[in-house]
């Protein structure tokens, strides 16, 4: 058997490639971490896998369910969903003591 190519892209709601997201088989102990542009590839030999993505700052993407073919490039992409919607805004204020 022979290793297989297994690549895709982490992204936002947005659709910007999240940087550092984890790409996790499990059971195997090496994980991957995305790229500024959120790609992210690794070799694994033919066979059925499970997935989880996890970023910081974003929902994990929980177990996903994958097979890799002998001789195929398998390519999964992912969109992750912030744990924090919506755009935070701070307004100044102006305060006058009584003092």
Not at 1 to 24: I, K, P, S, W, Y
Not at 51 to 58: D, E, F, Q, S
Not at 76 to 95: E, V
Request: hydrophobic share 35%; charged share 15%.
């Amino acid at each position: 058997m022979r290793d297989c190519l297994f690549l895709g892209v982490v992204t936002d709601e947005d659709g910007n490639g999240v940087e550092g997201a984890q790409v996790v088989v499990v059971g195997i102990e090496h994980n991957v971490t995305t790229t500024s542009r959120g790609e992210y590839w690794r070799l694994l030999l033919p066979g059925n896998y499970n997935l989880v993505v996890t970023a910081w700052g974003y929902e994990p993407i929980a177990p996903v369910p994958i097979t890799v073919f002998e001789g195929n490039t398998t390519i999964m992409n992912f969109s992750l969903r912030s744990t924090h919607p919506g755009t935070y805004h701070s307004t100044k204020t102006d305060f006058h003591s009584p003092y």
